[in-house]
């Protein structure tokens, strides 16, 4: 699993950015990803996928340049845990 944080972007780069994703996710025959959406007080949209995949990741977000956050970009989240705890990278 791999999620993919996004930088802070308007209400309407993100529906742009959904109406896109939706299409490459079709395109590739990608499943549906997990979206988390949060509005900050500021009005800009935060969101977060967790795809099957680094390949179903760089397939669904295309060439297109998004603004991924450098710190969170593409987390690994298949990393064994042990005691709650993540370990690996």
């Known amino acids: 699993m791999r999620t993919v944080r996004l ?6 780069e993100a529906e742009d950015f959904i109406a ?4 490459r996710l079709e395109e590739h025959g990608i499943k549906t990803p997990g ?10 949209v935060n969101l977060q996928l967790s795809l099957e995949s680094s390949e ?3 397939l669904a ?5 998004y603004r991924l ?3 969170l970009t593409l987390v690994d989240t298949s990393a ?10």
Request: proline share 7%.
């Open 56 to 58: 179903a990741a760089a």
């Open 35 to 44: 979206i988390r959406l949060k509005t900050g007080s500021d009005g800009m």
């Open 69 to 71: 956050d450098p710190t």
């Open 20 to 23: 896109e994703l939706w299409y």
């Open 7 to 12: 930088s802070p972007m308007s209400m309407p």
């Open 80 to 89: 064994t845990t042990q005691g709650g705890r993540r370990h690996g990278h």
């Open 61 to 65: 977000l295309g060439r297109k340049e």
